[in-house]
């Protein structure tokens, strides 16, 4: 110890190698304690107590079937409304709100993800833009593609809901077009696309939808019935192919028609890709 103290620049050093080491020991047994919390292969933290972290493919119905609890309780908790888009990485609220309040700030869905997983997100983003620089967007590619042509790689066996012109079709970056409309009679009997199960019944109180359907096909796919006038189908019903579902009613221009929509792990897809090209 003498002789460190007579070399000034020698004691900083290993007094230096020793603060390294410390640190190291504390990291170390940080995370044999569970100080450090693990991080997943897309780089997000655990859930907190109360939540769950949506992954790729996870449905609303899905988890309140696992869960045990409520859909229409899940969509509250969270401030969610038909069609109940989730997207991976969020955290969905799985348990009541401290308080008893059903709705609001604090059971909205919290859509943030890490710096870590911000940064791959935007890396990968990076790498696929300089790889394909004159790719198709996704609007595009329904333009170009057959009708019908998706139907068969869905694994579903769909039929058009009604039988009448699309007036409106898909648009993938229009919000306000995420499915096709088709002008049929009011009153005339809406039928289930595909065989499957109903999640959803009811009015929607959403501008868009007005009295809704929603079946649930497969743990991909779902499909959305709007504008309807009257609804038969209650939910948690198991429905067949062509079986009725609703009745026509109007948009809110007053046009009788069906707002039909087709999701696939939650996002919309352009319906005239998996329907039948003839009816």
């Given amino acids: 110890m003498c002789f460190l103290l ?19 020991a504390l990291v170390l047994g940080g995370c044999a304690g569970g100080g450090l919390a693990p991080v997943d292969d897309r780089g997000y933290g655990p859930a907190p107590a109360g939540f769950y972290r949506i992954r790729s493919g ?6 309140a079937e696992r869960r ?10 969270n401030d969610l409304g038909p069609p109940y888009p989730l997207y991976a990485g969020q955290l969905l609220r799985i348990e009541p709100p401290r308080g008893g309040s059903k709705s609001g700030s604090t059971g909205t869905v919290v859509a943030r993800s890490s710096p870590r997983a911000s940064a791959k997100t935007t890396s990968k983003s990076s790498a696929k833009t300089r790889a394909k620089p004159s790719a198709k967007t996704s609007a595009q590619v329904s333009a170009s593609a057959k009708p019908g042509s998706s139907a068969r ?10 039988a009448g012109r699309v007036v409106q079709g898909y648009r993938s970056s229009d919000r306000t077009r995420q499915g096709i409309r ?3 009679a009011a009153g005339t009997p809406v039928a289930a696309a595909a065989d499957g199960e109903v999640v959803y019944s009811g009015s929607s109180g959403l501008a868009g939808y007005g009295n ?9 796919y779902l499909s959305a019935y709007g504008f309807n006038r009257r609804v038969l189908a209650s939910e948690g019903a198991s429905v067949k192919r062509g079986q009725q579902l609703a009745e026509v009613g109007q948009a809110a221009d007053g046009q009788p028609m069906l707002h039909f929509e087709i999701r696939r792990d939650g996002a919309t897809v352009d319906p005239l890709l998996f329907l039948p090209a003839s009816r």
Avoid: C, F, N, Q
Avoid at 6 to 24: E, K, S
Avoid at 213 to 218: A, D, F, L, Q, R
């Fill in 153 to 162: 790689a869905s694994g579903v066996a769909w039929a058009w809901p009604v």
């Fill in 182 to 184: 088709i002008a049929a």
């Fill in 212 to 220: 809704l359907i929603i079946v649930k096909h497969s743990p991909r």
């Fill in 6 to 24: 007579r070399d000034p620049p020698r004691t900083r050093a290993l007094l230096a190698a020793l603060l390294v080491a410390l640190l190291v």
């Fill in 68 to 77: 045990r609890i409520s859909m229409r309780k899940l969509a509250a908790w």
């Fill in 58 to 63: 996870d449905t609303l119905s899905e988890i």
